[in-house]
């Protein structure tokens, strides 16, 4: 994952940002909120065509999802459902960011048009898969991290791809239908080894086990 070391550069830093402006009126569910309001927005505006507006107000949305977690770790504000409800309106944000790319795209003359419709439901796929993943692995005690993108680098990627716009943007759904999935099945073989190590693990005690119990023979 490419954006690891810079998004945990960014999140000090937004960290310190809250700390030193102090004592705010905005909890950080109000900032989760006011995020994917900005994202339902920017999808608005992708449907219509305003691509690039539709990126500037994506970069302000993805600033929201940045600053939310730091105001709750700063303001010790911190608390399972508000975990939650980020995850759950992230999961939102992005459906509704693919809607609009495929609103946007039945304006595309064929045969492209359905090129790129199938791969904007592929990328979303995609997307909540590698989501899904992670989600349904750490509720059964896996650990589930690998992987090529997760959401900070299908933002960045969105917000490029809105702002070049054109045979950019296409690309970048296209490739985005790619490595999502891509990194959803890596997930999937993570865990699968990780379960397999945990089942020969088993075995052996079994094994172990049954030695230990069974009776000394007499000659």
Not at 39 to 49: C, D, H, P
Request: net charge positive; hydrophobic share 50%; with cysteine.
């Amino acid at each position: 994952m490419f954006t690891t070391r810079f998004e945990a550069w960014v999140r000090r830093h937004a960290e310190a940002l809250m700390t030193a402006l102090g004592r705010t009126p905005l909890t950080p569910n109000q900032v989760t909120v006011v995020g994917v309001a900005l994202t339902f927005l920017a999808a608005g505006l992708v449907a219509f065509g305003h691509l690039r507006w539709a990126g500037v107000v994506l970069i302000f949305a993805g600033t929201c999802d940045i600053l939310d977690g730091a105001l709750a770790r700063s303001t010790n504000a911190a608390y399972p459902y508000g975990a939650f409800l980020d995850s759950t309106l992230d999961r939102y944000s992005e459906g509704a960011v693919y809607l609009g790319l495929a609103a946007y795209f039945v304006t595309i003359d064929p045969p492209l048009q359905e090129w790129l419709i199938l791969a904007t439901l592929a990328a979303l796929a995609g997307s909540f898969l590698v989501s899904y993943v992670r989600a349904r692995a750490q509720s059964l005690g896996f650990a589930c991290k690998s992987g090529l993108v997760q959401r900070p680098e299908r933002v960045v990627a969105t917000v490029v791809g809105l702002l070049l716009g054109g045979w950019w943007l296409y690309g970048i759904v296209f490739l985005l239908a790619i490595v999502t999935n891509i990194t959803a099945l890596q997930r999937i073989r993570e865990v699968w080894l990780q379960g397999r190590a945990q089942r020969l693990a088993r075995e052996r005690e079994v094994k172990a086990k049954a030695g230990r119990a069974a009776p000394t023979q007499i000659p």
